[in-house]
């Protein structure tokens, strides 16, 4: 199990231009802006869980990004208090 960054769309405001997350992402096209809905979008398949684009995110007081854990099947764990340690953040 391991944690990845998952966008809450009523939170994120990238259509009034914030774009952090992805620009201090270390992932190439890990996250991507959503222009139908105007919101960023992890691509989880590619997150590495290092929590970069929370912490700019919440930095900039719009906490629209938590780190929620993936099971080894691949599906998001959406319990509360399910999130891995942050030394399993890169274990894949
Ligand atoms: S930093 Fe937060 S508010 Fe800004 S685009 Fe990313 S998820 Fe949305
Ligand atoms: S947790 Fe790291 S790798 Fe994943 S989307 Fe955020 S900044 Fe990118």
Redesign the pocket.
């Known amino acids: 199990m391991y944690n990845?960054?998952v966008v809450t769309d009523e939170k994120c405001v990238a259509k009034k231009g914030c774009r952090l997350?992805i620009m201090?992402?270390?992932?190439a096209d890990?996250?991507l802006l959503d222009t139908k809905n105007m919101v960023a979008k992890?691509v989880t398949d590619i997150?590495?869980?290092?929590?970069?684009?929370?912490v700019v995110c919440d930095a900039a007081k719009h906490q629209a990004i938590e780190m929620l854990a993936m099971g080894a099947d691949g599906k998001l764990l959406h319990k509360k208090g399910e999130a891995a340690g942050l030394g399993q953040a890169y274990a894949g």
Not at 24 to 27: F, L, Q, T, V
Not at 47 to 54: F, M, Q, T, V
């Open positions: 990845v960054a997350c201090y992402c270390p992932e890990c996250i992890v997150c590495k869980g290092c929590e970069l684009c929370k």
